[in-house]
């Protein structure tokens, strides 16, 4: 009979049992150094008490009610993360490509209730990574990606990360943002000169585009502020797609 999951990241043959902080456990009992937490997503580590007693808390109390209606602990966290950044508002969603697919269509929709639905293009980076859904494969842009599903999906202009000029040269008047990772993650940790950054934030002011940060890796504390862009003064994106860390697992 075939392995009943597909092994896309073709895991090795362990299989976990439970985690304490940074360590992780087989069912036999051996304990590994976690340095992968779960791709960047563990921050507080396994089993944290204090994660695990809100979590029991909340799950005796109520469970799931959709974006319908509203939760005390989402108004809470929602005010947090305003408080604590350039945003006035915040919209949940259940991974970070579909916090991506978000700011690209919040980016599009911003154009088009202004209208100008003519402008819908996105520039995008050379290394970037924005998640797996159709929508994110064609911003990251990445041919290993992309290849076996179908044609690329058209509307993404791709220049080099950290080229200021190849930007200016790529907007033209279909373009609607630029969307970029303050730090790459899976383009091998790449962190730009913070010119790079500064210049896109007057880029998009200079021809109204939206400049949109992708934080899901970046964020949640992992450059020692709460998100990455924090460290550069006059870099404040429009949107900003943030997960994983976010919820501590
Ligand atoms: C920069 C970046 N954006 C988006 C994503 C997609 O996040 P998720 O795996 O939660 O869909 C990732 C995941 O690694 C990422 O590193």
């Known amino acids: ?48 008490p ?9 799950a005796g109390k109520l469970w799931h009610l959709s974006n319908m209606f509203k939760v005390p602990k989402g108004i809470e966290l929602a005010e947090k993360l305003c408080a604590a950044t350039f945003a006035d508002r915040v919209f949940f969603t259940n ?8 700011a690209l269509k919040t980016a599009r929709r911003y154009h088009f209730v202004n209208g100008n639905p003519q402008r819908y293009r996105i520039i995008t980076f050379t290394g970037a990574f924005h998640g797996r859904t159709f929508g994110a494969i064609n911003a990251g842009g ?18 080099e990360f950290g080229d200021l000029d190849a930007v200016k040269n790529a907007v033209t008047e279909e373009t609607a943002a630029i969307c970029v990772e303050p730090v790459q993650g899976e383009g091998g940790v ?3 000169e913070d010119s790079f950054l500064r210049g896109l934030r007057q880029i998009c002011d200079e021809h109204g585009l ?14 020692g502020k ?24």
């Open 1 to 48: 009979m075939p392995a009943p999951m597909m092994d896309t990241y073709s895991p090795p043959d362990l299989v976990f049992d439970h985690g304490k902080g940074t360590r992780l456990y087989t069912e036999a009992g051996d304990a590994y150094l976690d340095f992968i937490s779960g791709i960047a997503v563990n921050c507080l580590g396994h089993a944290h």
């Open 50 to 58: 204090k994660a695990v007693a809100a979590l029991n808390e909340q």
């Open 95 to 102: 991974s970070g490509a579909e916090a991506m697919e978000c």
């Open 142 to 159: 990445n041919p290993k990606y992309l290849e076996g599903f179908g044609p690329a999906m058209e509307g993404f202009d791709q220049v």
């Open 190 to 192: 790449r962190a730009p």
């Open 210 to 223: 939206m400049l949109i940060f992708d934080e899901v890796q970046s964020g949640a504390g992992r450059t």
């Open 226 to 249: 709460l998100f990455a862009h924090q460290w550069v003064e006059g870099a404040e994106p429009d949107i900003m797609a943030a997960a994983k860390g976010i919820g501590g697992g």
